[in-house]
């Protein structure tokens, strides 16, 4: 089993997007895919019960703290024949807690906007990260994935900088887009959404999905059979 946790400290950076979303796609493939919930306000969980009952099932552990009359332990069950686990980290994750999710994972990704208050806010926490002797020594990969990337503006230099410094790779580029957010007001991820209201943001995200995967190539096929499917469609308009 693979484990990816996505995390940053500080809110609205999006990682119940791309957690969502990751386990969209595993989902969508008919790969055992769970989904682990470390944020009290529980986004990841609520996004599993909106789901239609025709979609392809995807187990939902609840690993926020304690509270009386809650058995953690039962909660954090991850069946095993799952394949991929994605841990939705709750934003202010540190101490123990870090160190607790950094200790299941295999993978980790970290989504932020790349604006300067974030940036500031975010960049600490990256190099904390890649001083802890799991990631620093190579045993727990990481990566960084720009969210909500504004269209007029689709690179930021002072974020290529900070990565540089740090030698993390940037995994992906997300535009701002309400496709995103359509999908997870039906309990679904972009991968599961009919492929011509979602290929820009499938195209995106798919350098995401060959990271944690370690099969690349699979954004090149996306873009060729979408490019195939166009030209049918094209065909078909003209008789």
Not at 53 to 62: D, E, L, V
Not at 101 to 120: C, E, G, K, N, Y
Not at 123 to 145: I, Q, S, W
């Amino acid at each position: 089993m693979k484990t990816t946790l996505v995390v940053n400290p500080k809110g609205g950076a999006g990682k119940t997007t791309v957690a969502i979303n990751l386990a969209s796609y595993f989902a969508a493939e008919q790969i055992p895919v769970a989904l682990m919930d470390y944020d009290p306000q529980g986004s990841s969980l609520h996004w599993l019960r909106l789901r239609p009952p025709q979609t392809i099932k995807i187990h939902g552990a609840n690993a926020a703290p304690e509270r009386y009359g809650r058995l953690r332990s039962f909660d954090m069950y991850v069946p095993p024949e799952t394949r991929h686990l994605i841990i939705d980290a709750p934003a202010g994750a540190s101490g123990v807690l870090l160190h607790e999710m950094l200790a299941r994972a295999s993978a980790v990704v970290v989504p932020l906007v790349p604006s300067t208050i974030d940036l500031h806010a975010t960049g600490n926490f990256l190099r904390e990260l890649t001083a802890m002797g799991a990631v620093k020594y190579g045993h727990v990969r990481m990566a960084v994935v720009a969210n909500k990337v504004r269209r007029s503006m689709p690179a930021y230099a002072p974020l290529q900088t900070v990565l540089d410094s740090l030698g993390l790779k940037l995994l992906a580029r997300l535009i701002d887009s309400d496709v995103f957010l359509r999908a997870a007001e039906s309990g679904t991820g972009i991968f599961e959404l009919n492929p011509g209201l979602s290929a820009v943001e499938r195209r995106q995200f798919l350098p995401i999905v060959e990271w944690v995967t370690g099969e690349p190539g699979l954004a090149e096929a996306a873009q060729a059979a979408a490019a195939v499917c166009e030209v049918a469609r094209s065909r078909s308009a003209f008789g």
